[in-house]
């Protein structure tokens, strides 16, 4: 049984930092590229940071390159989103997902960051 459960969220004041975690189970993670998606209250789903699944290739949206840092340890199952300099336009709910090539997307359940004074 697939499953990935995210970690690492809560609140931090604007220009600090989060390290968020997936810990997966149930497949082998080095063969699925990682994605975090985030969804703040009242807007779309959106992607934030994704890595293939060697580690080799990252990809980022706009709003959060040079902020935000994705990896992953395959050895432990686990992948990372390191955010720093954290806006408040960076609260969301924030998922984890797993895929293998064109197959279904896995989902965790989320995690909250709140960025707020």
């Known amino acids: 049984q697939v499953q990935l459960v995210e970690s690492g969220g809560g609140l931090v004041q604007p220009g600090g930092s989060l390290r968020l975690s997936c810990a997966a189970s149930?497949?082998?993670?080095?063969?699925?590229?990682m994605t975090w998606y985030r969804q703040a209250p009242g807007a779309e789903r959106e992607l934030v940071a994704g890595?293939?699944?060697?580690?080799?290739?990252?990809n980022y949206a706009d709003s959060v390159k040079g902020r935000f840092t994705i990896s992953r340890d395959n050895a432990k199952n686990t992948v990372y989103l390191q955010m720093n300099g954290l806006k408040p336009e960076d609260t969301a709910v924030y998922f984890c997902?797993?895929?293998?090539?064109?197959?279904?997307?896995?989902w965790g359940q989320g995690t909250q960051v709140t960025v707020s004074s």
């Open positions: 997902t797993a895929r293998y090539g064109s197959g279904r997307r896995y």
């Open positions: 149930g497949f082998t993670n080095s063969n699925y590229a």
């Open positions: 890595i293939s699944s060697s580690g080799g290739v990252t």
